[in-house]
């Protein structure tokens, strides 16, 4: 850590610094510039980071320069994370489809919708049971129904299940049916939640906020990982720019960013990111093609009836190109296609 | 609502909308234009909001005319409302001073916050018990000790105490302690915990998301008010932007903005929007200009000493000045500051 | 253009709408709705963006339906443009590599990215003799004698050249020099020099200004081929969002988007986008899966000695890696690697 | 300035840095801390700024310390500018209104704005006659019919002319007619122009961007003043954000960081940064009691045959109304009001 003095710091108010980071068992190096004097920090930036520096005398501003993350952080875990979902895998050496309805409406819609995944390649089924809306006024999911309807296209397909979870209070009961758990963009930072889930042991997607940085994603997956549990598969899904004509922007650069800076793997989401259909095959190939380790899509078997997100859902015979499309560019990068495995 | 059909579109892609809309009860107009045509629907938006018309052949796209929330809405309500906090009220007939410590830390750093807000005209006392953080590393709140530390600011200082709700299992229990609930910019569409305070009865502040548009953040006053409960105080606290030199901008139109949506108070956050001392004091003198029905600042007898967020606050002598110069700027534009009536 | 009435405009509110619209020689459509009306209007919306409806006693807001540009858009121009730069060509049958050093600095310099250009499998040599730079203190450029080392660059190498121009008074001189002009993101609406650029009957490379909207970035491409010059390629190059560890965000879906709406090439500059050698590579790869038309790299043998962005230039033998990785998927998605052909 | 090296960086990688700071004469100070290395540069930052250390093996990032603004500096020229524009001052001291037509129309419309400009205590008059429009398809101004126009208003009202450039081969004909020059919004980063400017000897108000950062605002300032012209007046005007209800988020707080970084007067354009004439009022006077040297607002006497953003003009009888307010506050806020002097 640096701290960055003001022009007309004083003597006094470098000393100030210096004993306070003593204080705080920390040792401080002063290098006295043409214009400024800086302070760099030795010790346990935690604790600096509590002090509060910026409130001194003479202090223009602190300048951070280790990361805040530890447990997910790669430089303190070398070895990449293979996060297994029931008979599934998600990691960096394949490259996995994880496909299914964006809500769970009925047995018939997620039960088509499951075949189809299965059909084309997918090695996981998503499908959401409790759904965060905008408006009160919009269908919020069915609920336990919903997971039992999960559950009957488990039984049929084999695929292991994802499904979002929104309410700490729910988190048990999601993970007795559920085989991975998924964090919405909007609860991203509801730590409450974050904690809960990392306690059932159970594996974890944690979508990045649609406003976060990735440095605040990797703190959120910090809050699971706190408790234990690293498995966690990381989901870049768009983030909010001044561009209307999209939903949101894709940030694939920012999903490269977070592989190389945690060792877990970390999928794209380009049907929530876009919400268009006809974006949503492109930005999954060059998901693929940047490098991701996985890409998650909806499904849905008539969406002109969809009751959430339909115009972003992919239709069988949609899902079933883009999955022949995704292993064929899967093959040309070199990288097994997971359901091939 | 009007929906927007493709360049190409046939007769029967349009009539596949009217009828669409006509099940769902509405009714629909047909206008051609030179390149275009578009059908206005008539009815219930709510329903045709459920219905997947850009799924359907030859639709480009759908604009909503009218606004997704109602019971905030001014238009549909258009007496303002005033919010009772304990003794105080926060309204557009007035300017509030809300005050006190971002985080309770202890008995005496609170007290002496406490005194020094109503010494400086605050009407109703802030603190935080429960502290989200960024970083699972940090301070997060003395908890239930910090809702008695409170009490006894409030049993000594007469002021209703404020103080943030994180978790919707908390609620009852803060809800016990506390004269009004807040939710924070990181909860603002954490759904559960909006209806959860809402059942409450027990009036609530609702900050703005940091990425939140006006619009999302009337709706989540909306779930709120679904519960019966139209005691919500909004609060406008700044937007993250690309602009690195300050936390977050804050958006002073947008305030006015839902302060002509809604019949709710709107008050600003300059301390959180800011986080930097030494432009809390102007931004909320400007939210007073631009009519804003309160400001919130924290205060801190030791910023230097403070476990959070010490450099945005005010210590109690600025907080003074401040007080009195809200009071000096109130009376120019011919508004009652609160604490004087 | 749809004009949305307040919810209590009176009829002769909506009639003084209609009035106007007329006097401009169009026709006028009313809708009354439960709670709005909304007059549709039929005629030449350019006329009717230039009234002031907004300003109408009742108006609540103005939509606008259609899309502002016309001589770039692909419903007018349904056949798609092959841009031709000299023997090369830009185009949606092919996947173009365009690279050279940002700026040229000397013979020597450019003359060795020219060749591992040319090697790499690129088409179209880039190079900046006028580099726009954020401080004045900073190297911008060699201007004329830059030209003449382009000139001796693509004789040696057979590669057309691509450049900036900054300012009117160049064009000239330039337009002698280059095969084809580039205008930066920092000149996109700087509408003078849009004008001359399009006089040349040049193709021109217009790169989108970091913040614009897909919308004003075919607007500026309109403001050239207003001149009668249609041989533009449209550049995506990144937009800056709140994301602070990579310098811009790269739109892939926006390229998409562009390319739906008009019918010009439109390739990615993931160099400049990103800022990170490290990221150029998978984000050239993500865009040749998205379907971009091509991609433009910066290359320099030394790049710990570049005057100008030597942080995202990649050195010889990673172009020649990138070129053949770019060769090999081009081939996986069916499409021919422009070099090959 | 601070070279912060990687985590496995070696004591070459270390050296190497050392090395080339002090080939560029330069001093390096190295901190070892637990996890990190980093190096304290002593000597000229700009020619470290060229130096590629972040291309050099072992290096992480390069954290610049100082500020790359010399010449518009505060901490290198203590003293305030005042800007003399004609008769009229822009300054510190005191608080400018400066009014006017958007665009200049005709004689009687601008003078008509002029003559109500004047009456509500403007000291300068804007005007536009060239305009920078995002459509080629709308009035791009009168051009020097309409410089000659705002000569006659001049005549008349006594009031110095601020107008707008747009192309450097026009500044030494605006020059001169005006008394003051505008740089546009989309202009901040056109150099060129910006030196042309600053070449003419006359006042210039430099807009800032709408996408710009603070600090690049500050650059293109720079850019005026290397030309020996420090006679220049900063104009926030609102920045682009992901709020769609607002034009533009008017950026109060960054004017104030304006104001504390140089010795330069800061003004404020409510017009421009909301496009909407309700929000134009709350602005100007949030401005005002946030230290703003001035305000700049649009006038129109039709605002409903505007042919230039007649939707964010007011009318004279608001502006009288708002100058008097500003008057008002400005006592309120001991600040004199430039046209009681």
Partial sequence: MVVVM??????????RVVQKVKEAGGDAHIVVGEFKTIVGLVGDTERFMELPLTSLP??????????PYKLVSRSAHPTLTD???GPASVSRRTFSLIAGPCAVESLEQSMAAAMASKAAGATILRGGAYKPRTSPYTF????????EILAECRKETGLPILTEVVDARDVEIVAQWADALQIGTRNMQNFQLLAEVGKTGKPVMLKRGFAATIEEWLMAAEYIAREGNLDIILCERGIRTFEPWTRNTLDLAGMVVAQNESHLPVVVDPSHAKGKRSLVEPMARAALAAGADGVMVDVHHHPDEALVDGAQALEPNDLTRLGAEL????????????SEI
Same sequence: chains 1, 2, 3, 4.
């Fill in 327 to 338: 292993a064929a560019l899967s093959h040309a990068v070199g990288r097994p296609f997971a």
């Fill in 58 to 67: 003479g202090v223009e501003s602190v300048v951070r320069i280790g990361k």
């Fill in 140 to 147: 919020q999911g069915l609920g336990i129904e919903g997971l």
């Fill in 6 to 15: 003001k022009a007309g710091a004083t003597k006094e108010d470098v000393d």
């Fill in 83 to 85: 996060v297994k979902v």
